[in-house]
C-alpha cells in the first residue's frame, strides 16, 4: 500500500513539474538572471556592443501531451491506497 502511495505521488509531482514548465515559470527567472549577469560584465557588455546581439531571445514553448493523464492516474493511485489503507486499519482489526 505504501509503495502504491508513493508511486502515485510521483506521478503527481511529475504532473506539477509539467506544468510549471509548459507554464513558463522559469523562464522569467532565466531571462532576469541573463539580463543581470550582461549588464554587470562588462566582457559580455562588449561582445554584445560588437556582434550588435539584443538582449531579446527566442522562446521555445514547450507541450507535453501526456500531462492529463499523469494527473488522472497519480490521483487515483493515491485515493485507492489511501482509501485501501484506512479500511485495512478501521476494519482490520
Known sequence: MDSLFLVGLLLLIIYAIMVLIEAEFFTAFIKSFKHFYGRINKKEQLIRESEKR??????????????????????LLCTVSLLASSAIYYFGR
Do not use: A, Q, T
Open 54 to 75: 539584443s538582449d531579446h531571445s527566442v522562446m521555445y514553448r514547450k507541450s507535453f501531451p501526456s500531462r492529463k493523464s499523469f494527473f488522472e492516474i497519480g490521483l
